[in-house]
């Protein structure tokens, strides 16, 4: 698809137009692979004495464009907040985009930022997991194990919750960025970690076991995958026994 065309057509019917100071394009379109669904993401860089943002969907001959108008100073929100959440979401889409449009300088600013914030992630201290997360996976581990062993209805309901906590909490560990809509390609896709800017997880067991913890089909195994991937991530931080667990705070 041109996609080119249909955003011409979008951008020349937009309301805001005038406080438009770039425009980056991002996506699958740009990094490749595109389906049948992708829509076309567009950051709309407006002008920094506006007092509005927007985000908004157009479809343009078939083709979704999904827009994201909003000054310099919102979209900097956006990368603290991602840094936090270990997502690294809209780093990426600036580090990954293509410019189309940049009076100011403003989104190639925003790309060095991007690339500088990604760059630094990687480079955090040394990973570590409190005691209070590891008694949460053990839980889960232990949940899991009840609700299958009582043939419970909702145990796949829990069992890929309770893997996307797993996992998520392991990559928060760790500090990698974690989407569970991209982790599947993150652990067996070089495409997937190049389109995504991801690094490669470190250790192969676990990689491993998450990408057969996704796949199976069989409840008994998936109980199996899910205590010995569990079991590895907590003995690669020290390990945990659950006799003798105590958290005490103050009040």
């Known amino acids: 698809m041109d996609w080119q065309k249909e955003l011409d057509v979008f951008l020349a019917d937009f309301k805001y137009k005038n406080d438009v100071s770039g425009i980056l394009v991002c996506g699958s379109f740009i990094t490749g692979n595109p389906s049948k669904r992708s829509d076309l993401d567009v950051h709309i860089v407006l ?6 943002k927007e985000r908004g969907n157009k479809i343009v001959n078939g083709l979704l464009i999904e827009y994201f108008a ?3 100073r919102e979209i900097l929100k956006y990368f603290k907040w991602d840094i936090e959440d270990k997502s690294l979401m809209a ?15 403003d989104i190639k600013h925003l790309k060095d930022i991007a690339l500088k914030e990604i760059e630094e992630f990687y480079q955090d201290q040394e990973p570590a997991m ?6 949460h996976l053990w839980d889960m581990a232990d949940d899991l194990a009840d609700a299958f062993e009582n043939n419970k209805p909702e145990f796949d309901f829990l069992y890929f919750n309770f893997l996307n906590n797993l996992i998520s909490s392991y990559m928060s560990t760790i500090k990698m960025p974690y989407n569970f809509k991209t982790i ?3 652990v067996n896709s070089d495409i997937v970690r190049k389109k995504y800017l991801l690094k490669e997880l470190p250790d192969v067991e676990i990689k491993n076991l998450i990408e057969k913890c996704i796949i199976t089909t069989e409840k008994e195994e998936k109980v199996e995958l899910f205590q010995i991937l569990t079991n590895k991530i907590l003995n690669k931080f020290g390990g945990f026994e659950i006799d003798g667990f105590a958290f005490k705070t103050n009040l």
């Open 47 to 52: 002008n920094e004495s506006v007092l509005y």
């Open 184 to 186: 599947l390609g993150n």
């Open 91 to 105: 780093q990426t889409q600036f580090a990954t985009g293509e410019i189309l449009l940049d009076k100011n300088g």
């Open 130 to 135: 409190s005691e209070l997360a590891k008694y």
């Open 70 to 72: 909003n000054p310099s």
